[in-house]
């Protein structure tokens, strides 16, 4: 038994295939299901059923022998964050979840002072709604993720908070809500919001955040699933309505667009984001190193030092 081998049955549990684990661990395909075989053999047992017309299917058995392969390549991890502790190194790949609404515009602040401080560790970064992210992670398919934090953290995950992140009013050039310079929060809840998707993430913070007493504008029988904050934008303006951004999104909107946008206050609305990880992921220098560069890069706007919740 080696620990190639069970990082190939890992990979075929992820993919459900050969050939796409083969590529996933940059091997030929032979060569990987030679040593897969060769497991099964030693071990006496089969991990997967190749016999179904549908695809690989983990068998039974296979289930609790991938079970442990996780457990045993999670203590692998940490024998090799104990290395890199004793040398003051970070190296390595760091697979990092972002939800799409924090992603593109918390990533290019943090990006380049990653690269620089750790030449040595490679980030790959995927987007991916929350629920799907925390999959990921009690799966062992990435290791961290960076997302509005759940009321309650899921069961073997670690939070690490990163910064609270203020909502800010946009909205269209003609509306109400503009002719003051900051907004009192229980005022935005006499005019219709423009929201995103049920399935949007972001759709729950605001109203979180908000109170549950705000009045959804009509779009009649348009709905926007996994649209961009800049789509919504363009929906708001069309609508003369007006919705709630979070305040990293500000800069990544057109000069024009950033005269509709106005602070709110009495109290300020925020969300919550965290990195995560599971409680079995070894490599916590990483995740250390990671929360540290966002941390460093952001501005005081949303910095935990900086922001107060009133």
């Not at 609404?101 to 980030?123: C, E, G, I």
């Not at 919504?232 to 946008?261: G, M, Y």
């Amino acid at each position: 038994m080696t620990i190639q081998q069970l990082k190939y049955i890992l990979a075929v549990e992820q993919h459900l295939s050969f050939n796409l684990a083969a590529d996933f661990c940059h091997v030929a395909q032979p060569s990987l299901s030679a040593q897969i075989k060769k497991l099964e053999e030693e071990l006496n047992i089969i991990i997967f059923d190749r016999s179904t017309s549908s695809g690989v299917k983990v068998t039974e058995v296979g289930r609790s022998i991938l079970a442990h392969a996780r457990t045993i390549l999670s203590e692998v991890q940490k024998l090799e964050d104990e290395s890199s502790l004793f040398n003051k190194e970070v190296r390595g790949t760091l697979r990092v979840g972002i939800i799409p609404t924090v992603s593109p515009y918390l990533v290019p602040h943090f990006l380049s002072k990653m690269a620089k401080d750790h030449p040595n560790l490679d980030l790959e970064i995927s987007e991916d709604k929350t629920e799907n992210l925390i999959s990921e992670l009690h799966h062992g398919r990435i290791d961290a993720a960076i997302l509005s934090t759940p009321k309650k953290t899921p069961e073997n995950l670690i939070e690490k908070l990163l910064y609270y992140e203020p909502f800010a009013v946009y909205a269209s050039p003609k509306h109400p809500l503009l002719e003051k310079k900051e907004i009192k929060l229980s005022s935005i809840s006499d005019y219709a919001v423009t929201l995103l998707d049920e399935t949007h993430c972001m759709r729950d913070q605001v109203i979180s955040a908000c109170g549950s007493k705000m009045i959804e504008s009509n779009t009649g029988n348009v709905r926007l699933k996994n649209g961009s904050l800049q789509t919504l934008v363009s929906i708001v303006d069309r609508n003369e309505s007006f919705t709630l951004i979070p305040k990293l999104a500000e800069q990544v909107l057109h000069l024009e667009h950033r005269k509709s946008i106005r602070e709110i206050v009495a109290p300020t609305p925020f969300r919550k984001i965290s990195l995560l990880y599971h409680s079995s992921y070894g490599r916590k220098t990483l995740v250390d190193a990671l929360q540290k560069s966002i941390q460093d890069s952001l501005p005081d706007s949303v910095s935990i030092q900086n922001f107060r919740k009133v």
